[in-house]
């Protein structure tokens, strides 16, 4: 019953903005931690940002000095603000979140259905 959707993507020039946005609703007693992934066409999916409970955060080579993820507990909502975007950008960015849905549950991992992002050149 737990959802994760995605907003946000779209076509977009290099050098300019997106930001994607993940809303996670149904039964939830706690986000753990939260994560955006891409994949582009004939290539594997690859982390490209994390954030843990405590606010920690992790990027890929690719994404540091670029990208930014934050969180939004009272929303249970993560964010990633893309700057800079470039062509080899282009992928469908997908969030996932740890999730424990009652006190009880064990924490799983949720997947979004994934936003498209198109960066021209």
């Known amino acids: 019953q737990v959802q994760l959707v995605e907003s946000g993507g779209g076509l977009v020039q290099a050098g300019g903005s997106l930001r994607l946005s993940c809303a996670a609703s149904g039964s939830i007693f706690s986000i753990n931690a939260y994560g955006w992934y891409r994949q582009a066409p004939g290539k594997q999916r690859e982390l490209v940002a994390a954030?843990?409970?405590?606010?920690?955060?992790n990027y890929a080579d690719s994404a540091k000095g670029r990208f930014t993820i934050s969180r939004d507990n009272a929303k249970n909502t993560v964010y990633l603000q893309m700057n800079s975007l470039k062509p080899e950008d282009t992928a469908v960015y997908y969030c996932?979140?740890?999730?424990?849905?009652?006190?009880?549950?064990?924490?799983?991992?949720?997947w979004g259905q994934g936003t498209q992002v198109t960066v021209s050149s």
């Open positions: 996932n979140a740890r999730i424990m849905p009652t006190m009880i549950t064990r924490d799983k991992t949720y």
């Open positions: 954030i843990l409970t405590g606010g920690s955060t």
